[in-house]
């Protein structure tokens, strides 16, 4: 059995869409709660709205109310929030996370690119104090 951690709305910094961020928040915890976290990373489930397992039946009853309680979810917007999440449970937080940032927020991935490429510079370029410092200290270390 595989134990999830809820998240938290800081979790999900990154969706910048409060209601979005509130349904993926309210939808992941949900599954968690129903204890369904593995039935849905092993299953394929072809409907969270219409066509629930029959074996299932009362736990997603019960997941669709944990996962509407804040939004107010058409049939379309659960059913999208609930893709979302079944993505996060089979992909691992971290891993969906990444590739949220990556097909979703350029702006992020951007500022990151920039960040590396100016910490790559302070370690390469002597003329960078840092630079110096670290390089002094390194050659004090090897006499």
Known sequence: MYISKMITESDLYFVI???WRMGILDG????IKCDL????????????MFETPVDK???FEILY???DYRVGHSG???GMTMRIVERIIKLGFN???LKYIAENRHDMV???????TQVKQVFSNPSFKMCRNRLRREFELMI
């Open 17 to 19: 869409d409060p209601l």
């Open 28 to 31: 992941y915890n949900a599954v």
């Open 37 to 48: 976290v593995d039935y849905i990373k092993q299953m394929e489930i072809k409907s969270f």
């Open 57 to 59: 039946k009362e736990e």
């Open 65 to 67: 109310r944990f996962a």
């Open 76 to 78: 379309a917007s659960y």
């Open 95 to 97: 891993e969906w996370k």
């Open 110 to 116: 951007q500022k990151i690119n920039i960040i590396n």
